[in-house]
């Protein structure tokens, strides 16, 4: 039975993989597809519409690695075969990903909201602060996993 429940797992984890693979190429398009079309209507327009399309962009590839990271970790790789330093590899790659992600958002927010409505310029610093946060908390992350990592090394030499 727990082998069927495993099975299902990877099965629903590489469909919603595909999903989001699938989701990120259309957002993709969307962007280039505004982009055009506002450069056709006015150079103008078009200086807006590339904000716009940095943003979905970046977050069409914070999804492509959301995917991977499924594919990668829940799809491809066997359970119980991960040691700590590839988990923490693993997840350090995923974060990464993400936290550069929410700074971009960030920066573009501030860059749209400065010249269209300054008063709005908090939610993009707060993406910003967020996004800084992450980073602290991933280094602490690193530093308490690299700490156990050694503490597992040294338990497995002595016992």
Known sequence: MIHK??????????GASSLLILLAVLLLISGMVGLVSAFNVSLNHGREEILQTISYVVIAI????????????????????????????????????????????????????????PQDILYPAV?????????????IYQKHSVGAEREKKERDLIG
């Open 127 to 139: 993406l910003l602060v967020v996004a800084t946060s992450m980073v602290v908390a991933l280094g």
């Open 62 to 117: 914070a999804v492509f690695d959301v995917a991977k990271y499924f594919i990668e970790e829940e799809v491809l790789r066997p359970k119980g075969k991960q040691s700590l330093a590839e988990a923490r590899i693993s997840l350090t790659k995923f974060m990464t990903t993400i936290i550069i992600a929410v700074f971009i958002e960030g920066l573009v927010g501030v860059f749209e909201r400065s010249s269209k409505a």
């Open 5 to 14: 429940i495993g099975i299902l797992s990877r099965w629903a984890f590489a």
